[in-house]
């Protein structure tokens, strides 16, 4: 009797536990099954949530793939490791070749290469096997001439090696191919095997290697590469202009990326936001997040030049380019070669301004009259230079301290005139062309109306040219009527245009929200960097090749940094009695 009671618990106790694993079996495979319906649809964050929970290999998997797909490559590389080679071999090799892909990301090319020799070795010819041994020939043709130097120093095998540096062949000059075979040689390879003798061959003749280098690879990114752009920007909320500045630029960096997406089916790019804010810590902390946990291959930002000149430090210190769509400082970039500024500097403009005076309204003789220690002084200057150089002169040049004058500007006025009875009693005196005038700040306006004024009461009508704030206040139509008035901008939305109007409602469809203008400049700098990349394939070009890229001509703003580092592109406007127009450069 008591036999039979021990047989029926224990016979209990087995079926409880059977019960309780196959359960438990069921819950496994039906979250895996929902975490990967997630991971299908892009919700990664919410696959995470499920894959997380799941201790199995497969778990495991998709879990470093979910991560992977965030663009947190560390963190994706932590779960993928877990897998081991016990693992079913599908799952074990799916692990391999996602984590080549981390790697590659992450920079690691020879610790990619040395996980896809093996995968693209195996003797099962499956779609993993050939994608592993694709994309282990699309990393070797990839590689910049240094980035080929750290692969062959992490490379394990002497096979690895040897492919690293026959792949270099054509790609790069004679000399340099003879360095690398002598690094070759000195790895201790087998000089003896046929295939390198034949590299031996090659490099030993100069005509014979004329003819591979001429028709050498070109670079190619592999298939599926991902460009991270960062975005460092404060976070935006409903409210506060910086916000909107903040939010508007965010959401034209995500609409250039997703229009980018759908045109390339090879590779991709994504935004990684970055909070910062208008203070140097916060700056520098974006800028080394951006670069540790997301790997930007450049960053778009920040808003403000003090925080900016901070990321500038850090981007040179991290070789990751800084593009910052907004600021325009003169002082921003000097000597670092990893930062570009979209938005034209004070300098620019009046450069650019001189040029359009002197050559398309053929003036020779000017002056200008600015506010000292102001941000219109280095455009005064730079009008001056400009002008002087181009064989015009400057007769009259004030670069004063009005507002101490109380913003009484007769002293400077009484040479603007074309009064010939006035003109005689100022005795040396120089018939103007025009008058150049870039005024900024909050007394721009004044100090506008007050020229104005005085030119008026002068009977005066030679013409004004200014900076960006003559677009931004309005002129009595008497003025425009009797006195040309041109001015320098950044920024223009032709509203006729099919493309700005197929922009606003793929805005409207996508944010629900009406585009702002810095939706609009975001939009414009994302595109022109993304243009780039599509261009050298590589991320390690882009620090050179922003400068020589052809212009772009965006939805708001021109780019084109014309062999510097920052946006030569400046529009000149005309105020008239029926608007503001663009001017046409006659050249």
Request: aromatic letters at 12%.
């Amino acid at each position: 009797m008591i036999f039979s009671i021990q047989k029926y618990f224990t016979a209990l106790f087995l079926f409880i536990a059977f019960s309780l694993i196959l359960n438990s079996n069921l819950s496994h495979a039906q979250s895996m099954n929902e975490g990967i319906e997630y991971y299908q649809q892009g919700d990664f964050e919410q696959a995470i949530q499920i894959f997380n929970d799941i201790d199995t290999p497969r778990g495991r998997l998709f879990a470093g793939k979910s991560y992977y797909s965030l663009g947190q490559y560390l963190t994706a590389k932590t779960y993928l490791n877990q897998v081991s080679q016990e693992a079913q071999k599908e799952i074990y090799l799916e692990a391999e070749y996602t984590t080549a892909l981390v790697d590659f990301q992450l920079g690691l090319y020879g610790d990619a290469l040395n996980r896809l020799y093996d995968l693209k070795n195996q003797s099962v010819k499956t779609q993993l096997v050939t994608n592993g041994r694709q994309l282990y020939n699309e990393i070797l043709g990839f590689l910049t001439l240094d980035q080929r130097k750290r692969a062959f120093q992490q490379a394990k095998l002497p096979e690895i090696k040897y492919d690293l540096i026959k792949a270099a062949i054509g790609t790069v000059p004679l000399e340099d191919a003879r360095t690398l075979y002598s690094q070759l040689v000195q790895s201790k390879i087998d000089t003896t095997s046929s295939a390198m003798r034949e590299l031996s061959e090659t490099i030993d003749d100069s005509v014979s290697y004329a003819t591979e280098r001429r028709y050498g690879n070109q670079i190619r990114a592999p298939k599926g590469i991902i460009y991270d752009l960062g975005a460092a920007l404060p976070s935006h909320s409903n409210s506060g202009s910086e916000f909107q500045v903040s939010r508007g630029l965010h959401f034209g960096y995500v609409m250039a990326a997703e229009e980018f997406n759908r045109q390339h089916t090879d590779k991709k790019a994504f935004v990684r936001h970055e909070n910062t804010a208008a203070n140097m810590d916060s700056a520098g902390h974006a800028m080394t997040n951006l670069a540790w946990n997301y790997h930007a291959d450049v960053v778009l930002g920040p808003l403000f030049s003090d925080p900016a000149r901070k990321m500038a430090d850090l981007a040179e210190q991290y070789h990751i380019p800084l593009v910052a769509p907004l600021a325009n400082s003169d002082s921003l970039n000097l000597d670092n070669p990893y930062v570009y500024q979209a938005n034209p500097t004070f300098t620019s403009h009046g450069r650019k301004m001189a040029e359009y005076a002197v050559q398309n309204l053929q003036m020779d003789t000017l002056a200008v009259l600015a506010e000292k220690n102001s941000l219109g002084e280095a455009s005064a200057f730079a009008f001056r230079d400009r002008a002087e150089k181009l064989g015009a002169k400057v007769a009259y040049f004030f670069v004063e301290d009005l507002k101490s004058k109380g913003f009484d500007l007769t002293d400077y006025t009484k040479f603007f005139t074309t009064d010939s009875a006035k003109i005689d009693s100022l005795g040396n005196y120089h018939y103007l062309d025009g008058i150049y005038a870039p005024f900024t700040g909050q007394a721009a306006s004044t100090l506008a109306e007050l020229l104005l004024v005085d030119m008026e009461a002068k009977g005066s009508n030679i013409p004004v040219m200014g900076s960006q704030e003559w677009g931004n206040f309005e002129i009595p139509e008497i003025q425009i009527k009797n006195q040309p008035i041109y001015f320098s901008e950044s920024y223009y939305i032709n509203q006729k245009s099919e493309r700005v109007q197929q922009f606003k409602e793929m805005f409207k469809q996508r944010f629900d929200s009406e585009p702002n203008r810095f939706a609009m400049i975001g939009y414009d700098v994302a595109s022109y960097v993304l243009e780039t990349l599509n261009r050298v394939e590589n991320p390690s070009y882009l620090k050179n090749a922003l400068k020589s890229q052809p212009m772009y001509e965006g939805i708001i703003s021109n780019i084109n940094f014309k062999g510097s580092h920052i946006n030569q592109e400046v529009k000149i406007f005309e105020i008239t009695e029926n608007g503001i127009r663009p001017v046409i450069k006659q050249d």
